[in-house]
């Protein structure tokens, strides 16, 4: 949870709500820590950065595998 209830004009409340609708309409766990902070605004703002970095590099291709079919064949 953040500090405070409102940051501006904004219920903190709703971010956790995004990230729960987003997590149960695409089907993935989100794992959200805000270890730091004393600053309701800075840590919203924390966590969306963080969120949107890790999607980004989630859903970009992989450079090192590319023209190869993404498989565990074999290595189980």
């Known amino acids: ?3 405070a209830g409102m940051i501006g004009g ?3 409340q709703l971010a956790f709500e995004f990230f729960q609708g987003f997590a149960n309409h695409a089907l993935v766990t989100l794992h ?9 605004h800075h840590q ?6 963080a969120f949107a970095r890790a999607l980004r590099m989630a859903l970009s291709p992989d450079p090192r595998a590319a ?10």
């Open 44 to 49: 919203c703002e924390t966590v969306f950065k």
């Open 67 to 76: 023209g190869v079919i993404p498989s565990t064949k074999g290595s189980l």
């Open 32 to 40: 959200i820590d805000n270890l730091k902070g004393d600053n309701a």
């Open 10 to 12: 904004f219920d903190s």
């Open 1 to 3: 949870p953040f500090k």
